[in-house]
């Protein structure tokens, strides 16, 4: 006998949206262990508009969609252990956790449900050379201690990376006073949402800088300039085109990635492109009743796919935990391969059991590049069965196609589901 | 030891690992001692951009000072570790050689052990080195194995030694680089800081790179310190285990190579270059000696994943051409005492340096032991919940819930062992304090979540700190630069 049928590990969007629907019916019990002293996660800083449009058709701020996902899930009777960090999750499913009410715990659960989103790459791994002085922040970390702490990081400020939250920032620190000189982006395509370029960058005049680098951050105790760079096509600095900012702040917005370790101590089997796990149709990893949903999957663009995927994790969860009930069989026959190809990065799900899916499955990508007119085409082996066309595609935002169910089962000897770019 | 006219029997410049380690020996006597820093804290200079690396001694050339103190200093780091409860792991050195063409040069190094002392050297063939390394690269013919030589936390033996001293009544004053020291006329010498004018009857020079201004204050003869950089690569902890041992590359055709080893936080580490430079602060790292660990590495050890970089960092060793630690009095300015040109294996060899510095002092200034008791030998660490079971977390929690607060996640440093850090003896006051103190920050985020965390705890628990003006290594190293629309409001006024 579990202490709870469902346990979520996060109570940001995701872990929220999960917790949500696997006790919406009210049979199942679901706690959500979060780590910090409020539920929202990253949300409760991004104090900027613009989310929530798909999921309540309008447009609310970061804190706003996190309070109204906070009450549904409070009014559908999910329990939550606030200021508690997970420090273990074991193939069994019991979560090892502590915190200062409680101490260490030990709490098993009939599902498990990973929801800790994503954290930012740090200026460590991209090698910066040049001196460690303060000055230096991610975005996010700049985000909470602006709109947090209402302190500002600095003045005159440099970004390295075109991420939406770095896009967010170069717009935030302006409104609060700062001049940001440009954003620098090493691809020749941006990584962020092109409503973001726009709103963020080009309203207010921050240049956005593309193929070019921060190649060196001078100051010994304090940033006192950085040195951007044009890059090749390899990405390395072109000699003769660095150019000296003096600034006070460097702001790095060069990629988010997946927050894995818990899953990796559980053993979980993770996807080396999205650093995410591998799942199933039903968002399951390779350990049976674990499940996973949101940014620790792979980094989504909007928060409202965050909670489409997250809600499909929650019924899947809440399905485990009724079979494990009534002790049936887990049927763990592997699923159909999802196989991402010409300019398809990944997919999530990466298998498909077509017995177990619903009768619409949503699969969602990102590309590797920026392609101009081309078709998103989804053959059931040889036949392609679905294509749409697409006028633009980007990196910096996530692509979805629906699968039938019924297209699936109408072709048993299907062995690969291929998802593709062609030309239009 | 009183002595009118004198605030301090002894001076001690520099709070890196020499100097800190000679001030716990001296806390050995009735001897009054203090230590000035021009940093904000320990260990903020050569002691804490190193290799982290326990030599076994066979480097050093037989008869020098460095070989006798790095063997001596080696054969006390275990003992120390234990009273002063820092984290040492003996899991020894391979020096690898890729050629046979430099065989020679591996027999050479073993004789060159013996005649140091070093016990325990082997030279070990190709099919032995393969079993211990997997990583090994293929063209590797054998190694020097040397069970003695491993991995010690610099910053957990520096503040420790630091820590112990403080308890046993040395003072420490922070951000005062000494300007000026005079030599007075009854003997003795005057040192001008920022932080006033200090007398004292004896001087100990443990300033590193700076060791040879300190030097050519006082002295006749003129010293010069070169700061010889090394860059250093720092892997997350899942390459932690990319190797087992501390792998140097026996110096050859293709040069000096560089080392890869495991650290005692468990990530790896790879470097260092080796390059003079004339700037005391020239700590930033450079494109070119950044790919040049990056492809150095790879000539001991195959698939070092570099991918997994967290950060990079320079250190300056504090080099004189005659490559040998300089200690002992000078004979032109009596009672100032070197303690210079301590590059590696300065780190390893410090628990002996500092008996041997105290030494030196104790005879000029005719100091005594302390009567037996009065000395505090021990002193408790920090606990590390990394290194706890359930149970042990558990009943720490029970003892002090905060133990349950966990502020860095990468780490999981708890927010009872920040606090436990900023009020200790010698405690932290910036972030990179706490940092090194334990272990929060050091993780694969490299800080970005916990920094606003641990800034509240400093400015919650330091009366003079607050959110404004929390450093990250001491002033002029302010994360803040002021309150959110506050150059509007400014400009609004104007």
Redesign the interface.
Known sequence: MSDYDVIVIGGGPAGLAAATTAREDGRRSVLVVE?DQKLGGILNQCIHNGFGLITFNEELTGPEYAARYEKLARDAGVEFLL?T?V?DVSPGRVV?C???????Q?ISGGAVVLAMGC??R????L?I???????V??A??AQ???N????????EVVILGSGDIGLIMARRMTL???HVACVAELMPYSGGLKRNIVQCLDDFDIPLLLSHTV???EG???VEAVWVAQVDEKGR?IAGTEKRYLC??LLLSVGLLPEN?LSRSAGVELSRVTRGPVVNESLETSIPGIFACGNVLHVHDLVDYVTQEATAAGAAAVRWADACAKHAEHDEKPGIPVVAEGGVRYTVPQSIDPERMPEKLTLRFRVGGVFEDKRICVYLGDERVLSKRRPILVPGEMEEVTLKRDDLLARPAVDKVVVTLEEA | MQDSGFQYDVVIIGAGVSGCATARELAKTNGSVCVLEREDDVCCGTSKANSAIVHAGYDAMTGSLMARLNVEGNALMHELAKKLNFTVKNIGSLVVCTSERDVDGLHELFARGVANGVPDLQVIDRDTLRSMEPNISPSAVGALWAPTAGIVDPFGLNVALAENAATNGVRFVFDAPVMAIERLPQGGYALDTPRGRLTCRCVVNAAGVYADQIHNMVCEDKLKIVPRRGQY??LDTTAGSHVHHVVFALPSKMGKGVLVSPTIHGNLIVGPTAEDIRDK?G?????A??SEVAEKCGITVVDVPLRE?????SGLRAHRAEHEFLIGENPSAPGFVDCSAIESPGLTASPAIGRMVAGIVTDILGLEERPAGEFVETREGIPNMNDLS??Q??KL??KN??????IC??C?V??AQIVDAIHRPVGARSLDGVKRRTGACMG??????C??KIMEALSRELPDVS??NV??????????????????VE?AHA
């Open positions: 780590r200021d960090m420090l090892t502590v915190s200062e009410a409680h101490g260490m030990h954290r930012e740090p200026r460590g791994a090698n050379p040049g001196f460690r002085p303060a000055g922040y991610t996010g970390t909470r201690l602006v947090i702490e209402g302190l500002m990081p600095g003045r609060e006073g700062a190649t060196r951050v010994k105790r304090r600095p006070d702040t370790e | 690569m720092l602060e700590t930033d790292t450079t494109a000696g950044l970089v967290i950060t990079s960092f359930f149970e977390w558990g929690c029970e819930p905060l133990y349950g607060r966990v996640r990468c999981h708890s927010e694969r985020c490299q800080a970005g979540f920094t606003p959110m404004e450093t990250k290594s001491g002033p002029g190293s302010e994360f803040i630069e002021g309150h959110a629309k506050d150059a509007i400009e």
